[in-house]
């Protein structure tokens, strides 16, 4: 495709229930990332895929959520039990690898609203 | 550990005045810095990175290792030039996990 692409690009979901955002990625990009973009919080690092290299998961703010990526390609955040709190947008990224001066392309986001 | 400070939430210029965003950060490293931009409704995107030294759509941003800055300037705004920027470190030894500001938005003025 000509960029990442992610879906839902909107979700309203009540108190505890699950949701999925799913990412797909620039084809042919090995690193693949999730930040939240949340009013007055800026851009905040969730995880990161590279290649086959175990993710890093030191962003993730607990463990209601989580990410996987299946075939190095398309990956799926999860987040369980969802609370208000974790209303945001949560932007994809991708990028050829890594390495110095690698340019990180974004998705449009899903917007997430929790009520 | 890094951090990334934009200490301007809102900057409003008229057209044609010049326009510079602040932007400090804290590595012990060799840092990798970016200015990212998001116009409305669109996609955050790449507008320079400071190993390329260019100047991209009039703006440009220098690194100063000695007070760790990389302040984007333009010396003259455009209309088009309102949407919301970024600051983002890389940890060259970290991937590129980014770590961004918090985020200035600019209004030019007509």
């Known amino acids: 495709g000509a960029g990442v692409s992610q879906s839902p690009s909107n979700k309203v979901t009540e108190k505890g229930k699950d949701v999925e955002l799913r990412c797909d990625p620039i084809?042919?990009?090995?690193?693949l990332y999730w930040y939240r973009q949340s009013l007055g919080q800026g851009l905040e690092f969730l995880i990161y895929?590279?290649?086959?290299?175990?993710?890093?998961k030191s962003g993730l703010p607990s463990d209601r959520f989580s990410a996987e990526r299946t075939g190095g390609s398309v990956s799926t955040l999860t987040i369980q039990r969802t609370q208000q709190e974790d209303s945001a947008v949560y932007l994809c990224?991708?990028?050829?690898?890594?390495?110095?001066?690698?340019?990180?392309?974004f998705g449009e986001g899903s917007w997430l609203t929790v009520v | 550990a890094q951090r990334v400070t934009q200490p301007e939430k809102l900057l409003s210029v008229f057209k044609g005045a010049p326009v510079e965003l602040k932007c400090n950060y804290s590595?012990?490293?060799?840092?990798?810095l970016f200015w990212y931009v998001q116009y409305s409704r669109q996609r955050l995107q790449l507008l320079l990175r400071?190993?390329s030294r260019e100047s991209i759509k009039g703006f440009t941003a220098d690194l100063n290792k000695g007070e760790t800055s990389f302040h984007l300037k333009k010396p003259f705004a455009q209309e088009e030039d309102s949407a919301m920027y970024y600051c983002?470190?890389?940890?060259?030894?970290?991937?590129?996990?980014?770590?961004f500001g918090g985020g200035t938005r600019v209004l030019v003025k007509p």
């Open positions: 895929f590279q290649g086959n290299s175990a993710p890093d």
């Open positions: 400071h190993i």
């Open positions: 983002a470190l890389n940890r060259k030894a970290a991937g590129n996990k980014l770590t």
């Open positions: 084809s042919g990009h090995t690193a």
């Open positions: 590595y012990s490293g060799s840092p990798e």
């Open positions: 990224a991708s990028s050829i690898g890594q390495g110095e001066g690698n340019t990180i392309y």
